[in-house]
Every structure is written in C-alpha cells, then in structure tokens.
C-alpha cells in the first residue's frame, strides 16, 4: 500500500452527526499537509497568502480571493513554498445542508450533467471578496455568542457558497480520463444510486475487480464495498431530515435493493436504527417539513438584494401569492415582506461592521430602496440601529484570530 495514502480526518459518519451541521474557523496552514479526505463536504475561503492544493491529481495555486469547494470524494494535499502560508475559513458542513441548500431543479439537473467536469476553484472580485470575509467573521461570532441557535444561519451561508459557484468565474481544469483512480472513485460517488457492483464497475472501465479493488484501496484506505456503503449513507442521513420521504423511500433512493440489508448498514455505521436516528433528529429540531417552504424561503435569501415583489416571486417559483404567504408564515414565521426584509439585514449586517461603506451604500447594496428603510428593519431585525451595531462591534482579524473590540 502507497506509504502516504490519505486518511479520513473526520469522523462524519457517527452517532452524534446532524443534518444541518456546520462548522466554520479561521485557520492558518503553516506547513504542507499530506494527503487526505473528509466524509463531508468542505469550503475553503481564502483571505491571504499562497499555496498549492492538489485536488484528485490536479495541482490549483490558490491567493487570496479563492473560494475551493471539496467533496467527499475528492482528495486534497497542500504544499507551501518556502515561508509562505495560506490563511482561510475552512467551512465544514454536512451533506444534508447541501442536499437543503439545491432548492432549484434546473440548477441541480445541470450539475449533474456537468458533474465529469472539474470547477472546484473560483475567484472573486475585490468587493465580493470583502463581503465573503464579512460574511464569514461574522458567522463565527454569531456561533459563538449564539451555538444553540444557528441553523438559519448554516442554510444561509451554505446557500451563499452554492450561489457563487454558479456565478463566479471558475478556474477551470479538464481531469485526463487516464487518471484512472481518480475517475474510478468519482463513479463511484456519483452512481451510488444504482445497482452498483465491484464488477459491474470494473466491466464499465474495461478493468479486472482485482484492480480497481486495488486502486481504490490505494487511493482511500477502504475497499469498494465500504466506500459505497459510506457514500449511501452518508445521503441517507442527510435525507432523514425530510419527513415526507419514507425510510423505505429513503433506501430505494440511495441504492438498497431491501429494507433490511438498508437498515443493517445503517445500524453498522451510526449505531442506531433508520427511525431511531429520525427520531433524535425531531428531538433536536432538525426535521424539515414539507420542502415548499424552504425552497421559497431559499430563493428569497438568494435573490433578495433584487427588487424582489410577491408576484414576480408567486410567478417565477409558480405558486399563488396566497400559497407562498402561506408557506412562509408556517415554516419562518412570517409571510413574504418581513422576511425578505429580514434576509437582507442579515446580509447587511456584515457589511455594516465594515467601515468602509456608507449606510447608504449598504442599503442599495442589499436591495432597500432607501436608508430610512434600511435604518428601520435593521433596528427590528437586530435590536440595534446600523450606527451603534458599528460602534459596539468592531472587529478585525489579528495573528490569525478573530478580535471583537466593544466601543
């Protein structure tokens, strides 16, 4: 076996895991890092420095304003060059968030077509690098004074990171169909679903079962049958957060031909029963409801610095102007108005412990017609007006760590 070959960091597939977990630090990398792989998904947002991540065999330099989404089945190594190092809010969230957060059809069916390309890398702008930082310092201050209560806050920033790898320039990099391991173990994570076999894969290559159960446990440190029934579930445990999905359903989703080989493997990883782990989750608040909710309420955060209205929306997401009222006030608690108000404050809020802008630059920015507006549902949403919520909470990144200075 290759003397160096990754390990799994993290221990994702166990009993305390939730759905809408996520986990957000300002981390600085001083030293390379050997190869390895996470059973979550990952972020990294760039805010100084240089490095070179190796991505699945594909080298990215990465600087400041790089954003690099990582999956599962991606293998990662850093390397530095000389005293340099690279500093980034490693954001690490569980597959459930990215299952909430792919509330658009069209989007979702696009990324899978395009799934065999390799966009793992965007760079932003300096003023949408600004706000990202914002973004971020902020998050981890608000989970910090407030750890219980940040599940909006997780779908927020989630929905957030999507919404920039649709719209950001992507550093583009085409993977050689040669690199067989690498390809060989991305089939795998894309096609769990199917009747998925050792040697059903390997004819699909033109490869012997030996070889490809070779390679795989080369590459990763688990064979073909553990790495399949890591990524089922895996998607079945992020699944479980949505009550309208039988656990019978939940098994044929994510590949089991019976219930009873589903529920033996998923004792096997998370130590509990299917309705069992359901039902911890209900305990913990961690169940969806019905999905109309969310996607309508998603959307609004996506778009709401537009000029959004209550018909253009009941259009686009085709639904009535009664029913999309309804959904909010049943899964938010408050119908199309308020909320919008309120996710634009919430993305105001960043932005005003940034000094740099003016209020009323702040308002535009984030879709209030006027300050005045603005000025008034800051103050209902966060109990403070922008100006004492500037004076009272300044901070700025030092040595690597957040510092908040009460004025």
């Avoid at 089945?73 to 597959?95: F, K, N, P």
């Avoid at 769990?192 to 012997?208: N, W, Y």
Wanted: proline share 4%.
């Amino acid at each position: 076996m290759n003397s160096d070959y990754p390990y799994v960091i993290t221990n994702y597939l166990s009993s305390h895991y939730k759905p809408q977990d996520l986990s957000i630090a300002l981390e600085t990398i001083t030293a390379d890092v050997a190869p390895y792989i996470r059973d979550e998904a990952e972020f990294w947002v760039v805010t100084a420095g240089t490095a070179e991540v190796e991505i699945n065999g594909t080298a990215f330099q990465l600087t400041a304003g790089d954003v690099v989404q990582l999956m599962p089945h991606q293998i990662r190594r850093v390397s530095l060059a000389g005293e340099t190092t690279l500093t980034m809010y490693a954001i690490r969230l569980s597959m459930g968030l990215l299952l909430l957060s792919s509330n658009d059809e069209k989007q979702y069916a696009v990324a899978l077509r395009n799934a065999e390309h390799f966009f793992p890398v965007v760079h932003l702008a300096a003023d949408s690098k600004t706000f990202l930082e914002q973004f971020c310092a902020n998050a981890v201050l608000q989970k910090q004074h407030h750890p219980a209560n940040s599940e909006s806050l997780n779908l927020a920033l989630t929905s957030y990171l999507i919404y920039l790898f649709h719209v950001e320039p992507h550093v583009a990099v085409s993977v050689s169909q040669d690199e067989q391991p690498w390809v060989w173990l991305r089939y795998l994570q894309f096609h769990h679903p199917s009747h998925l076999t050792l040697s059903g894969m390997a004819k699909v290559f033109e490869t012997t079962a030996q070889e490809l159960q070779a390679a795989l446990i080369e590459l990763t440190g688990f064979n073909f049958n553990q790495l399949l029934n890591q990524v089922r579930i895996r998607n079945a445990a992020g699944l479980m957060q949505f009550p309208e999905l039988s656990i019978r359903k939940i098994a044929a989703i994510c590949g089991y031909r019976t219930i009873s080989t589903f529920y033996y493997q998923f004792e096997k990883i998370n130590t509990v029963s299917p309705q069992a782990y359901r039902d911890a989750l209900k305990a913990h608040h961690q169940l969806v409801g019905n999905s109309d909710g969310w996607t309508i309420g998603v959307y609004l955060f996506e778009h709401c610095a537009q000029p959004l209205t209550l018909p253009e929306v009941a259009q686009t997401l085709t639904y009535s102007e009664d029913t999309v009222n309804e959904r909010l006030l049943t899964y938010f608690g408050q119908t199309f108005k308020p909320l919008l108000n309120q996710f634009r404050c919430e993305v105001a809020r960043p932005l005003v412990l940034d000094s740099r802008l003016t209020f009323n630059q702040i308002a535009v920015r984030v879709g209030f017609q006027d300050s005045v507006s603005f000025k008034r549902n800051y103050q209902t949403t966060w109990q403070v007006t922008p100006r004492q919520d500037r004076q009272r909470n300044v901070y700025e990144v030092v040595a690597g760590k957040i510092v908040t200075r009460r004025g």
